[in-house]
């Protein structure tokens, strides 16, 4: 589910979630629909400390809490 937004105005994720802006990333190792394997999520940044789950920042512009 979603867990809000970070500074930035960018959709803080939990890894399987899912929305409809969902595209596979090409280095994913298991074709999975979530967003753990999407293209526009990363997961590599520091807000895995908000939340005992691992949670990554979407990079969709239409994901924005601007535009949401």
């Not at 937004?5 to 595209?23: I, L, P, R, S, T």
């Not at 280095?27 to 807000?47: H, N, Y």
Request: aromatic share 12%; net charge negative.
């Amino acid at each position: 589910m979603k867990s809000g937004f970070d500074e930035n105005g960018f959709m803080v994720v939990k890894e399987n979630f899912c929305c409809e802006h969902y595209e596979p990333d090409e280095g994913a190792l298991v074709p999975m629909r979530e967003c753990w394997c999407c293209k526009w999520a990363k997961f590599d940044t520091d807000i895995h400390e908000l939340s005992k789950e691992t949670t990554g920042i979407c990079k969709y512009v239409g994901n924005m809490e601007e535009v949401v």
